[in-house]
């Protein structure tokens, strides 16, 4: 069996294009060698772990793509090692395989809660470990799939576990959006999040489709909707959520050129539509109420109008032809 790489060395010696990393997690170096052996012949990249410790250090750092895990083992145990690699939302989204000599159902089951996804009987068979993990590469590969294709369509999602707030996985666009929006990172879900998914949890479970929460920042704003639960952590108790930026910098682009408005009179129309007072804007705008006036003034005479109300309707109408979509 190869030796197992340095740890400093191991991001950069995987070739993760063209092949899979599997992590087998063993104390019997005989089972270790008959593994790595069938892996490797097969194409994959193969990491090796002979306790608990080691396990979650190498998963941490390396992040196969699925972790093939002994069931019993001396100090911790198979079972403990799913349950801290569950919790944990740098590695809860990796499939988990036990390998285990206990055939009775309890043992099973307990494996299954722990996190993991498939199993195997003792003595291993190596072409049904492979076969295993390929179908479990699969789904997780198609899943990832999905989530890519969520952002490249400007929708970005994040997983988050509603009994302790923990955000379990999210994709690149999630990331950045959370960070800009709210300053918070993985594992920690903005506090606003969180209550509005606990506090609609249980319409979602009663198939009742709950408000989506929006967060403006300026013109842009960001929205969340409640899409389903799904079971990637132990217990089941995570919720799918998709992000969605929405700009209507277009909005006001359009509202200038058909009014034949100044940029920034029609930002201050914009707010206007939005229902915001004069103080209020010019916090928005960077400038003074009175600022904010005379910008209106010049608003209501090019519109031909003489009140807020009258200037709102006006630009309600027109944004309404152009924009259906637009949230006033």
């Known amino acids: 069996m190869k030796a197992s790489m340095p740890n400093r060395a191991l991001d950069q010696t995987l070739d993760r294009a063209n092949s899979d990393v599997v992590l087998i997690v063993d104390d019997v170096p005989d089972n270790l060698s008959v593994l790595h052996d069938a892996l490797d012949e097969s194409g994959y990249t193969v990491l090796v772990a002979t306790h608990g410790e080691a396990a979650l250090q190498r998963a941490a750092q390396a992040l196969p793509d699925i972790v093939l895990l002994d069931a019993m083992m001396p100090g911790m145990d198979g079972f403990?090692?799913?349950?801290?690699?569950?919790?944990?939302?740098?590695?809860?989204?990796?499939?988990?395989?036990?390998?285990?000599?206990?055939?009775?159902?309890?043992?099973?089951?307990?494996?299954?809660?722990?996190?993991?996804?498939?199993?195997?009987?003792?003595?291993?068979?190596?072409?049904?470990?492979?076969?295993?993990?390929?179908?479990?590469?699969?789904?997780?590969?198609?899943?990832?799939?999905?989530?890519?294709?969520?952002?490249?369509?400007?929708?970005?999602?994040?997983?988050?576990?509603?009994?302790?707030?923990?955000?379990?996985?999210?994709?690149?666009?999630?990331?950045?959006?959370?960070?800009?929006?709210?300053?918070?990172?993985?594992?920690?879900?903005?506090?606003?999040?969180?209550?509005?998914?606990?506090?609609?949890?249980?319409?979602?479970?009663?198939?009742?489709?709950?408000?989506?929460?929006?967060?403006?920042?300026?013109?842009k704003r960001l929205t969340f909707r409640l899409h389903q639960q799904?079971?990637?952590?132990?217990?089941?108790?995570?919720?799918?959520?998709?992000?969605?930026?929405?700009?209507?910098?277009?909005?006001?682009?359009?509202?200038?050129?058909?009014?034949?408005?100044?940029?920034?009179?029609?930002?201050?129309l914009y707010w206007v539509v939005k229902g915001k007072i004069n103080r209020d804007i010019g916090d928005i705008l960077g400038s003074s109420p009175m600022t904010v006036k005379k910008h209106l003034e010049r608003v209501f005479a090019k519109l031909g109008v003489e009140t807020r109300t009258a200037a709102a309707g006006m630009a309600m109408s027109r944004i309404r032809q152009l924009h259906p979509q637009f949230e006033g």
């Not at 043992?107 to 299954?112: G, K």
């Not at 988050?160 to 920690?188: C, E, F, I, N």
């Not at 929405?246 to 029609?266: C, G, Q, Y």
């Open 80 to 219: 403990e090692v799913a349950k801290r690699l569950k919790a944990s939302p740098q590695t809860a989204h990796i499939p988990i395989i036990f390998m285990t000599g206990l055939t009775e159902t309890e043992y099973l089951v307990a494996a299954l809660e722990a996190g993991g996804v498939d199993y195997v009987t003792k003595p291993i068979k190596p072409k049904e470990v492979l076969a295993r993990i390929s179908v479990h590469l699969q789904g997780a590969r198609e899943r990832r799939q999905a989530r890519n294709a969520l952002d490249a369509f400007g929708f970005a999602s994040i997983t988050v576990r509603a009994s302790d707030g923990k955000l379990m996985w999210q994709t690149p666009l999630a990331r950045d959006l959370l960070l800009r929006y709210y300053g918070t990172s993985a594992p920690h879900t903005p506090e606003p999040v969180l209550k509005w998914l606990r506090r609609h949890v249980a319409d979602t479970v009663a198939l009742i489709e709950p408000p989506r929460l929006s967060i403006e920042s300026g013109p």
């Open 230 to 268: 799904i079971g990637d952590s132990e217990g089941g108790d995570d919720w799918l959520i998709i992000m969605q930026e929405v700009s209507d910098e277009s909005v006001i682009e359009a509202m200038s050129f058909s009014f034949k408005l100044t940029p920034r009179e029609a930002e201050v």
